[in-house]
T-cell receptor, first 114, second 117 residues
Framework: AQTVTQSQPEMSVQEAETVTLSCTYD???????LFWYKQPPSRQMILVIR??????QNATENRFSVNFQKAAKSFSLKISDSQLGDAAMYFC???????????FGTGTSLTVIP | GAVVSQHPSRVICKSGTSVKIECRSL??????MFWYRQFPKQSLMLMAT?????????EQGVEKDKFLINHASLTLSTLTVTSAHPEDSSFYIC?????????????FGNGTRLTVT
């Protein structure tokens, strides 16, 4: 089974600063999808950004961007101009190109300091 | 965007009783839905994959007789926790993916906080 590793259980960032959350994964497949989800205190899982493995260009969604390094099997999330509302648990997730199952990392708890 | 509705959001039940949690995809068809369990400050643990019109697929260590899953239509899956015990208290989250969109992410319900007294 694929494994997803988030090595930073907790991170903190000053408001308006930039923070990078790391994620690595293990797979023998060449095509797959990667996702970052955010879970605020409400516990609703919210999609932040997604990346198709066959696309070399890094995905970007407003203040959120990823650094996708396929050879290194790394998929980090960069949050620019951090806001108080960004405080949440962040989960990295992997999905095979074919199939439905998602594999989640253990999460990173992000604190935004005013 | 795709919406998944989960009900109830909170439930308190007595030990020995059964509780049913519903998961509905409101604006898309989902041949497959997923049920997760999440302990405080931990990741999502996949319990089972619910397949429309067929038996659910349970992950290793999950008791299928205790966590009954029914996926009777393309928009509804239910999880019934039977003979609940205090150790079943947890946060349960369902999710679904649009089966007609290969690139589709998982869409999550708001979760159900189950407390067994």
């Amino acid at each position: 089974a694929q494994t997803v590793t988030q090595s930073q259980p907790e991170m903190s960032v000053q408001e308006a600063e930039t923070v990078t959350l790391s994620c690595t994964y293990d797979t023998s497949e060449s095509d797959y999808y990667l996702f970052w989800y955010k879970q605020p205190p409400s516990r609703q899982m919210i999609l932040v950004i997604r990346q198709e493995a066959y696309k070399q260009q890094n995905a970007t969604e407003n203040r959120f961007s990823v650094n996708f390094q396929k050879a290194a099997k790394s998929f980090s999330l960069k949050i620019s101009d951090s806001q108080l509302g960004d405080a949440a648990m962040y989960f990295c997730a992997y999905r095979r190109f074919t199939g439905n199952q998602f594999y989640f990392g253990t999460g990173t708890s992000l604190t935004v300091i005013p | 965007g795709a919406v998944v509705s989960q009900h109830p959001s909170r439930v308190i039940c007595k030990s020995g009783t059964s509780v049913k949690i519903e998961c509905r995809s409101l604006d898309f068809q989902a041949t497959t839905m997923f049920w997760y369990r999440q302990f405080p400050k931990q990741s999502l643990m996949l319990m089972a994959t619910s397949n429309e019109g067929s038996k659910a697929t349970y992950e290793q260590g999950v008791e299928k007789d205790k966590f009954l899953i029914n996926h009777a239509s393309l928009t509804l899956s239910t999880l019934t926790v039977t003979s609940a015990h205090p150790e079943d208290s947890s946060f349960y989250i369902c999710s679904a993916r649009r089966h007609d969109a290969p690139y589709s992410p998982l869409h999550f319900g708001n979760g159900t906080r189950l407390t067994v007294t």
